[in-house]
């Protein structure tokens, strides 16, 4: 017998508003029955449970997302993201159009947007 991954879950001061800034970058819906001040919030399709600890984030992520837009650029993504309320931490874009871009979530964790399909084969 084997396990299967339920969820990837990710402690947070507001289950609630991580979970909808994840919502809004994935383009995913939150659980339906999820509300503003719930311990716990889902984004069911993405097996991503978001819940509500006492301890604040301390140091870097151990795992984090690599993000790949999938309708625009790397770049056109990092500005919807940054609008979302995302944070730029760190720039690997190099100037062939290489690299990716590390920002932080409301709540600072990490994660990289990649350059998309397109611009990979092009």
């Known amino acids: 017998m ?4 339920r969820h ?8 609630y508003a991580l979970a909808d800034f994840w919502s809004q970058v994935l383009g995913l819906p939150l659980h339906e029955e999820d509300r503003p001040g719930d311990e716990e ?10 819940v509500t600890v006492p301890e ?5 992520n151990r795992m984090h997302f690599d993000l790949q837009p999938q ?24 100037g062939d159009g290489m690299g990716w ?3 932080t979530d409301p709540e600072g964790n990490e994660f990289c947007v ?3 399909a397109a611009e990979r084969e092009g």
């Open 56 to 60: 604040v984030k301390r140091s870097k």
């Open 41 to 50: 919030a889902q984004i069911e399709a993405a097996r991503l449970l978001f």
């Open 71 to 94: 309708d625009r650029t790397r770049d056109e993504e990092v500005t919807r993201l940054l609008a979302l309320g995302a944070t730029l931490l760190d720039d690997q874009r190099t």
């Open 101 to 103: 871009v590390v920002l």
């Open 8 to 15: 990837v879950t990710i402690d947070c001061a507001d289950a």
């Open 114 to 116: 990649e350059r998309s």
């Open 2 to 5: 084997t396990s299967a991954i």
